[in-house]
């Protein structure tokens, strides 16, 4: 029995679904359900036995200390954040309620249930933190890639609660002796993304006949990687990786968001014959703060673990848009109500 916190998102859905797709090793869910929590991504395990869904608060100690001590389980996979830089900007209360607090909340409550341990059980557990890239700041064109021993500079009230995050869990481990790992990726994408993030949103108003905002020049870089690929990672990591280190995921894709955009739109207009999204292109008063460039060195989970990305950036983007094509009842169904509002709220008046 492993535990997994925020499954019912983005990529903890994802991982919960491949990790049943390769073990029948049970899953305990612990999800708050907040806006981008949704169990829809995981209506395939609706009569599933090995799926447990509990609807609860990684900040609510005492429940989390009873899910441990009911379940046993082996490890934590701690998914659980707020994790959108724009809604960061707008309301960084939540994002220090949930990736601060609550992680302290929930790694007290696993520290507590790990101590009364013994043998086996104690020296096989594990505690995986899943962080982002962003904890590391912004990095000038041609600048070397970010590696497990660059000092963090995060620069979003986002980033810099994952930050803290990261040095808890740190801490944690170093003080207490708890078998944490932490993993830091680049930014994700593939199927059940809320399309808050880049390339949901860009299909989404592809899809629609809507403007694809890009804020700014559109010269911004990230490294891309495709969500199965780091849910191999981190099953990898919790496998075969050594408590107290991190390992850099990132899928080897740097691109500008405006070649990112232009590529979406290509990929589109081939699958769905007669769908000319990237003349609606537009360009949007930049984000506050906005990082220029990101990029992931993974070469230390490559050496050590043996992982590496399996799609390239192609043939992630395709497997893509084919999942959005072919979902557009999941896709209806998240963008209606509140997501409106958002979009509003976000980006509009923001034309340059």
Same mark, same amino acid.
């Not at 305990?28 to 949704?38: E, F, H, P, R, S």
């Not at 070397?144 to 803290?164: D, I, Q």
């Not at 629609?208 to 694809?212: D, M, S």
């Not at 043939?315 to 959005?324: D, E, H, K, L, Q």
């Given at each position: 029995m492993i535990l997994v916190t925020g499954g019912a998102g983005f990529i903890g859905a994802n991982f919960i679904l491949d990790w049943l797709d390769c073990s029948d090793?049970?899953? !305990?869910?612990?999800?708050?359900?907040?806006? /981008?929590?949704?169990?829809?991504?995981?209506? @395939?395990?609706?009569?599933? +036995?090995?799926?447990?869904?509990?609807?609860?608060d990684i900040g609510d100690r005492d429940l989390v200390l009873s899910l441990l001590n009911e379940h046993r389980p082996r490890a934590i996979v701690?998914?659980?954040a707020e994790s959108h830089v724009d809604r960061s900007i707008h309301g960084p209360a939540d994002f220090i309620a949930t990736n601060i607090v609550g992680t302290f909340a929930l790694l007290d409550a696993v520290r507590a249930y790990w101590t009364a341990l013994a043998g086996d059980?104690?020296?096989?557990?594990?505690?995986?933190?899943?962080?982002?890239?962003? !904890?590391?700041?912004?990095?000038?064109?041609? /600048?070397?890639?970010?590696?497990?021993?660059? @000092?963090?500079?995060?620069? +979003?009230?986002?980033?810099?609660?994952?930050?803290?995050?990261d040095h808890l869990v740190r801490a944690y481990h170093h003080t207490y002796g708890l078998p944490t790992l932490t993993t830091n990726c680049s930014?994700?994408?593939g199927p059940r993304q809320f399309p808050e993030k880049l390339i949901p949103l860009m299909l989404h108003n592809g899809l629609?006949?809507?403007?694809?905002p890009i804020y700014g020049?559109?010269?911004?870089?990230?490294?891309?990687?495709?969500?199965?690929?780091?849910?191999?990672?981190?099953?990898?990591?919790?496998e075969r990786g050594a408590p107290g280190e991190t390992?850099?995921?990132?899928?080897?894709?740097?691109?500008?968001?405006?070649?990112?955009v232009r590529t979406l739109c290509r990929v589109l207009g081939e699958l769905k014959p007669g769908c000319d999204a990237e003349s609606r292109i537009t360009f949007v008063r930049d984000r506050a703060g906005h990082d220029r460039r990101y990029a992931i060195d993974a070469s230390k989970i490559r050496r050590e673990l043996g992982w590496e990305p399996r799609e390239t950036f192609e043939?992630?983007?395709?497997?893509?848009?084919?999942?959005?094509?072919?979902?557009a009842a999941w896709l209806a169904a998240v963008t209606s109500g509140e997501y409106q509002k958002w979009i509003s709220l976000n980006y509009a008046a923001e034309v340059v």
């Open positions: 090793e049970p899953v !305990v869910n612990l999800d708050k359900l907040t806006y /981008a929590g949704n169990l829809g991504n995981l209506a @395939s395990l609706k009569r599933d +036995s090995r799926h447990i869904f509990v609807r609860g701690n998914f659980a059980e104690r020296t096989h557990f594990r505690f995986v933190h899943i962080s982002t890239d962003e !904890v590391y700041g912004s990095l000038e064109p041609g /600048a070397p890639s970010f590696a497990e021993t660059n @000092s963090y500079a995060p620069n +979003s009230p986002y980033s810099a609660s994952k930050a803290s995050a930014n994700n994408y629609a006949g809507k403007p694809l020049d559109g010269g911004n870089v990230r490294d891309w990687l495709y969500v199965g690929d780091h849910c191999a990672a981190i099953r990898t990591v919790l390992y850099n995921v990132g899928g080897n894709a740097e691109i500008t968001n405006l070649n990112l043939s992630g983007i395709a497997r893509t848009v084919r999942w959005y094509l072919d979902n």
